[in-house]
């Protein structure tokens, strides 16, 4: 019975791995990218009336908000941006929870040699 538990860890430990090496491969290949948001704002005239409807980029970094204009032009090159930075942050959070189990795994494997 230990040695199908054995077994099972070593594949599962090789599957992390695996992933790991995988999740590596993907972020190389991520090109352009930008955090945040995009959205449409209008500017109000000094009677409140609405006009003017342009393309506002919004993030934080480094703890400071900032808001960048986007021309028309380059709101389909932003959104691919967004979506590019979007998949980044998606696999370094599972590259980061896969490591963090593998270290779990191999201090609870030392402990218990400790004990031993």
Avoid at 30 to 54: E, F, H, T, V
Wanted: proline letters at 2%.
């Amino acid at each position: 019975m230990y040695t199908v538990y054995g077994t099972y860890m070593k594949t599962k430990d090789d599957k992390t791995a695996r992933r790991i090496g995988e999740i590596k491969k993907l972020i190389q290949e991520i090109g352009s990218m930008m955090p945040g948001s995009l959205s449409q704002q209008q500017r109000k005239d000094m009677n409140g009336k609405m006009y003017g409807a342009y393309w506002k980029l919004g993030y934080t970094y480094k703890m400071k908000s900032r808001s960048h204009y986007v021309p028309d032009e380059l709101v389909k090159a932003v959104r691919a941006q967004n979506a590019e930075f979007k998949k980044f942050k998606k696999l370094t959070e599972e590259w980061i929870e896969l490591a963090l189990s593998a270290a779990e795994k191999e201090i609870g494997d030392a402990k218990k040699k400790l004990k031993n």
